[in-house]
């Protein structure tokens, strides 16, 4: 069974290759842009090949005796496809035939976001935005990509379907969900045709349009703040946060503390007298408010000052109470009689 498929294959080659003609296009695979020149060359080979053409709706050259090599010229693409195919034919047997393979491409005339900027609008964070894309006159379909870029980061990319190879609109879509993070960056959309060859065509980019997103006001790290007292500094509170719109601050202090904003819009406040206790800062918007506590404690060092105090207070006073003890006699006086006299030593 082997052998037999073997012998097949062997004899299907052996076949092919004494085909008396065969005829080569190059460049094999080409694109050409709508509105330039085209060039293509087409060479045969084989035994005793009487001559050659090429066959198009547009652009055939008539078959041509005794050469074998026949180029094809256009000096203006202006069709969408260039149906065309080379032919040789031996002075016996049939013709051999190669089709042209060249795609006609164009970039789009206009790339742009449909929705102008106040069409867009304020957004708020959270919430879904349709952005849509407008590429017009742009061929051949099936190779465009259209990139989605929200400040310099492509977002999304879409590749297309389609069997037209005349140019034609696309309005491609950017389904967005608005964050904090898109405020003040830009968007674009960029088409792209992939030809798949060297130098594929330029891309072109829409004109940018900068994003407004809405958000809650988030206060910078950390959320909550435990500050030490100084011995004899201010204090110095910082509640400043990031917001859209900008955000106004108010404050909740333990009672009869008296403070001053060192800043226009009260985000940074300093306390000449501070207390230990929770301090509160509203950061709010229109869009919501965020609290930040200031937990404020005794300085570390004082609290270790007065420990080391107490602690020698009291070692001191144990010490006397055992030293007491031991020096008492029994009669309740002191003694030194337990203390050996010591002996003077002559040298
Ligand atoms: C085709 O033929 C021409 C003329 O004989 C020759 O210059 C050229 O190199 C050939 N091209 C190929 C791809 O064989
Ligand atoms: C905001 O959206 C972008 C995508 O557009 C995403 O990469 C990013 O992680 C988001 N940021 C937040 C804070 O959700
Ligand atoms: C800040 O402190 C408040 C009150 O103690 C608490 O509810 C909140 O979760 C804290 N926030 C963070 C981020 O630790
Ligand atoms: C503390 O704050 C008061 C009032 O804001 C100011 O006059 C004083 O110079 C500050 N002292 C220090 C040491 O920063
Ligand atoms: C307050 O905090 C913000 C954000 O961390 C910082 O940019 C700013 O310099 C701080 N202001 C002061 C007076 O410390
Ligand atoms: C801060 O905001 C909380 C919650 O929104 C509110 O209950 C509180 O009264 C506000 N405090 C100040 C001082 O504005």
């Not at 065969?22 to 001559?51: E, L, R, Y």
Request: glycine share 6%.
């Amino acid at each position: 069974m082997w052998k037999l498929l073997v012998f097949l294959l062997l004899t299907f080659q052996t076949g092919s290759s004494e085909s008396p003609c065969k005829v080569v296009i190059s460049p094999q695979q080409s694109v050409v842009q709508f509105g330039d020149p085209f060039t293509a060359t087409c060479n045969a080979s084989g035994s005793d090949i009487q001559g050659m053409g090429w066959e198009s709706p547009y652009f055939g050259t008539p078959f041509i005796n005794g050469i074998s090599s026949l180029p094809l010229q256009i000096d203006k693409v202006e069709v969408w496809k260039i149906d065309s195919m080379c032919y040789a034919a031996p002075s016996d047997g049939d013709q051999c035939v190669t089709n042209l393979k060249v795609t006609v491409y164009k970039t789009p005339d206009r790339v742009s976001i449909s929705q102008s900027l106040d069409e867009i609008g304020l957004m708020r964070e959270g919430q879904t935005y349709e952005i849509e894309c407008s590429i017009l006159n742009v061929a051949p379909v099936k190779y465009l990509s259209v990139i989605w870029y929200i400040g310099s980061v492509s977002v999304f990319e879409e590749h297309f379907k389609g069997s037209d190879d005349g140019p034609i609109n696309v309005s491609p879509v950017l389904k967005m969900t608005a964050n904090r993070s898109h405020d003040e960056s830009e968007i674009w959309c960029t088409a792209k045709l992939n030809l798949q060859t060297e130098g594929d065509p330029p891309s072109r980019e829409s004109v940018p349009h900068r994003l407004n997103v809405l958000y809650t006001p988030v206060c910078s790290e950390p959320a909550n703040e435990t500050l030490e007292i100084p011995a004899s500094e201010n204090v110095t509170l910082n509640c400043s946060a990031k917001g859209n719109p900008k955000p106004s601050y108010s404050w909740h202090y333990p009672p009869n503390v008296p403070n001053t904003a060192i800043n226009g819009d009260h985000s940074i406040q300093t306390l000449s007298f501070a207390f230990p206790g929770v301090y509160t800062c509203n950061a709010s918007n229109s869009q919501g408010t965020t609290v930040k506590y200031f937990t404020l404690v005794e300085a570390k060092g004082d609290q270790t000052t007065i420990a080391i105090l107490l602690g020698v207070f009291l070692t001191l006073l144990v010490l006397l109470g055992v030293g007491g003890a031991f020096f008492l006699t029994s009669h309740g006086k002191f003694s030194f009689r337990n203390c050996p006299p010591r002996r003077s030593s002559v040298i």
